[in-house]
């Protein structure tokens, strides 16, 4: 390929991570909107799984996406998840129900989850080793991007036009990047006739989406210590267990455990896993506060994320250039672990006066910890792996973040649909938000409503408390520099 194909390459792979963190988190905006429209009655109780169906859905299909490169080719797996990910957006933009708009949700994450990890082999066939740590870097930031720019692009789709078009919009990007893909693109990877373990594939796929039930239904639709809720629970541990057997005695497991020998891997993959799990009770919430107990508009909803852009670009940049000339990552790592915690306490501190400022101040600490997170998790595991893992290493910290935001996003929702109900007055449903009250029933509601804001914040800081632990743990090394030093004379 020469250095023009592969820039266009390059925006195309970009483009497409773009596409897939934005999909996942443009849906936040319009949730109340689509709720009104779809479900104005069972719509709340369901908005979790609006989110989790995506994230789900990409957790499934990650793990194969690195072994179907090997076999067919990264090029042409790379374009299968994009066409796969634009047929998903067409359905739900045509959806006429919550069940439709769930199930073609899992559709686009199948394709999503693609996305997520074929951009990074694809990626990785364009640059040298000695210059992926910056074009991660630049993947990572344009990714925290995304996670700000979806609520607000959601917002003006969902005032000023209608929040289907927040899912074709992928449409005609997503048809750029088949198109400029398909022509410039040159890789020799594929044609190599590995095995490819659908067995261990399936068996985590079923235990992740059992394990999200069990979090779904206890206590609500099943009592914890009912026989079926106990069963499903021991199901699940079954699962995971045949799944570590099954990662044990497969001849190309998808999740190889000499991995974990590795002190850097060791710490890294749970700690993905754990913030992501925080982020989902970030960004998210924090919408649901500003429409539902602030009222604000979607549109004006998604501008308050401005102050968390700002501090997000600032920080990445800095730590980005700074890493780059030789930086200690670690640093970067438990500084930004740090703010994340900081800011997700003083959201739990939001009621429903509070001043916009004293909000996007918040949001802006959240965004200054975000920006030296993201990427860097990444960053140290392909550093840390090698070279025969390299790939199987980036699939599984991808899958680690994809499993941790389906869960937070599911266990986030459920807290705060309990929390908020124990303040409800009796027989008042949390769904009857979205209609109009009297001032004085709205007023007990909101206060209902905050009060489970509060236990979302104060949650998603204790997860992040935990992952900084983990971050002060991690060994780390110096990313390495942008071009190898050359080699010097020596005088004989």
Partial sequence: MTEAQKRIAM??????????????????TASWSIVRELD?????????????????????????????????????VYLGAVGLF?????????????????????????????????????????????????A??????????????????????????????????????????????????????????HRIDYLGAGLVATAACLMLLVVE???????????????LIAL??????????????????ILPFSMFRD????????????????????IFYTIVYLQAAAGVKATESGLYLIPMAI????????????????????????????????SMVLLSRLEADTSAWTLRFDLFVMGVGFGMVLGIIVLLVQNSAPPSQLGVATTSIRFAQVLGSALGAAVFGILLNRATAAHLPPGFRAGSLTGALRPEVREQAVGALVSGVHVVFQSAAGVMAAALLLAIFLKTSPALPADPPAPQRVKV
């Fill in 11 to 28: 925006v195309g792979v970009l483009l497409t991570l773009i596409l897939a963190v934005l999909d996942q988190n443009i849906v936040s």
């Fill in 40 to 76: 104005p009655v069972h719509g709340l109780e369901r908005l979790p799984w609006l989110i989790t169906a995506y994230s789900l859905a990409a957790t499934a299909a990650l793990p194969l996406y690195g072994k179907l490169c090997d076999v067919y080719g990264a090029k042409q």
């Fill in 86 to 134: 634009l047929a998903g957006s067409a359905l739900c933009g045509a959806a006429q129900d919550m069940g439709q708009l769930v199930a073609f949700r899992a559709v686009q994450g199948l394709g999503g989850g693609g996305l997520m990890s074929v951009t990074m082999v694809v990626a990785a066939h364009l640059f040298p080793p000695q210059k992926r740590a910056s």
């Fill in 136 to 193: 991660g870097g630049a993947g990572g930031l344009i990714a925290g991007l995304g996670l700000v720019a979806g609520p607000l692009l959601g917002g003006v789709f969902t005032d000023h036009v209608t929040w289907r078009w927040i899912f074709y919009l992928n449409l005609p990007v997503g048809l750029f990047v088949l198109v400029s893909a398909a022509a410039v693109i040159r890789l020799g990877d594929g044609g190599l006739r």
């Fill in 217 to 231: 239904w206890g206590g609500k639709t099943y009592a914890w210590d009912s026989a079926t809720l106990l069963s």
């Fill in 236 to 253: 699940d541990v079954v699962l995971f267990a045949a799944f570590a057997w099954r990662q044990l005695t497969a001849a190309e497991p």
């Fill in 263 to 282: 002190p850097t891997l060791r710490i890294a993959l749970p700690l993905q896993f754990l913030t992501a799990l925080g982020m989902a009770g970030g």
């Fill in 311 to 342: 501090g997000m670009v600032a920080s990445g940049t800095i730590s980005g250039v700074l890493i780059g000339r030789g930086r200690d990552t670690k640093p970067f790592l438990v500084a930004g672990m740090a703010c994340v915690t900081a």
